[in-house]
């Protein structure tokens, strides 16, 4: 079987685990603190905050920004339905708009439509490890006072070209960065998240909100030579990061630059096997974006039934999964009505399928797809012509 994903982890990721289970400090410790300075550093931001996973980090970002009834939030519906999810957490409205159909990226002209008094902030997804448009979007939230946050899920290793120089996704351009470390995504602590910023006080609020509004974290308590009595200042939330998972982090940090690497060769390679079927929409870096290729999706040839595609190809031990979820066509949000069709993101779902890639991906396994879509189709278009 090719798996749709498969997670580098190797002795070095399981020696960091060990001893930091010998240390004797496994819960948010010395490693979760090492691993926000390294995330920080690489990245360019000033501050960065470990959480328990992504979704748990959207929630800490629109909280500390006191977000909540009334206030609505716009983003994508073509995404995880985390991100919509956090915004109804805080008892606030998401209003989802449409997506760039070459990025499968929030469409700010879109997002300009829809702000009305209410919006506060606008979360844009890095979808599948491609940079969105953050400098359309950086105007247009600076124009009408609102917050951008980035939901880079997906995003750690992805670049983006500001005033000549590549930028770290991560590196501060809207308030806050929000990332994910599921066995998914390019590096993994198992589960785990990430928030970075360049404000000091939202960073503050991060890390008392992520611990029960404790006034002293544990670190400073434990080690500190006199009797320290902490207090809890707002209802926090118990959002920590485990240390053993920080130490795996580390190791995963040092593989990145790597990691990327080799994923956007086999993009490359992908698009060499596929890029001349007719039909066949392959995904294309704007020239001012770098992905770390979380994701590779495919957009199908009209008139291809998508499930039977995907079925042929697991029976032939391929793994793929259907294009990114909509959110507004789930039971929760079902009575959510969109302030303009969301056509672009319905034909992501429905006609593109996610195709296999991880860094340890053979040329052979990665050919192996290749031929296997290709012939696929191919049936299709001779079962068309045939009619």
Not at 308 to 335: F, K, W
Not at 357 to 384: P, T, W
């Amino acid at each position: 079987m090719i798996p749709i994903a498969l997670p580098l982890l190797a002795e070095e990721e399981a020696d960091a685990a060990r001893a930091a289970v010998l240390s004797g400090w496994v819960s948010q410790g010395p490693q979760v603190a090492a691993f926000e300075r390294d995330f920080a550093d690489l990245v360019g931001a000033p501050y960065a905050c470990a959480v328990s996973n992504c979704t748990i980090a959207l929630h800490l970002a629109l909280a500390a920004l006191e977000i909540g009834p009334g206030d609505e939030v716009i983003t994508a519906s073509h995404s995880f339905i985390a991100t919509a999810n956090c915004i109804r957490y805080c008892g606030a409205t998401p209003v989802f708009v449409d997506i760039d159909p070459g990025t499968y990226n929030i469409d700010p002209n879109r997002v300009a439509e829809a702000i009305t008094p209410r919006t506060r902030a606008v979360i844009a997804v890095h979808q599948m490890g491609m940079p969105c448009d953050l400098a359309a979007l950086v105007t247009l939230a600076e124009r009408h006072g609102i917050i951008l946050i980035e939901d880079a899920a997906c995003a750690a290793g992805s670049q983006i070209r500001v005033d000549g120089d590549w930028d770290c996704i991560g590196k501060p351009h809207g308030q806050i960065a929000c990332f994910s470390f599921h066995p998914r995504k390019v590096i993994t602590t198992g589960e785990g998240g990430m928030l970075t910023t360049a404000d000091a006080k939202l960073d503050h609020k991060f890390r008392l909100l992520r611990q029960h509004g404790m006034s002293v974290p544990d670190i400073v308590r434990h080690g500190s030579s006199q009797v320290i009595f902490e207090d809890y200042l707002v209802v926090g939330f118990n959002y920590r990061m485990t240390d053993i998972q920080a130490a795996v982090g580390r190791k995963q940090l040092e593989r990145l630059p790597e990691l990327v690497s080799r994923r956007r060769a086999i993009a490359a390679r992908y698009g060499e096997l596929l890029g001349n079927f007719e039909g066949l929409r392959l995904p294309a870096e704007p020239d001012w974006a770098r992905s770390n290729w979380q994701s590779y999706c495919v957009g199908l040839p009209d008139r291809v039934d998508q499930r039977t595609v995907m079925q042929s190809l697991l029976d032939q031990g391929i793994a793929t999964r259907r294009g990114i979820m909509c959110s507004h066509r789930e039971a929760p949000y079902a009575n959510e009505k969109p302030r303009h069709d969301l056509q672009q993101s319905e034909l992501a779902q429905d006609h593109s399928i996610l195709l296999p890639i991880y860094a340890q991906m053979s040329k052979e396994d990665q050919e192996r797809v290749g031929c296997a879509l290709r012939r696929e189709l191919q049936a299709y278009a001779l079962q068309q012509a045939a009619r």
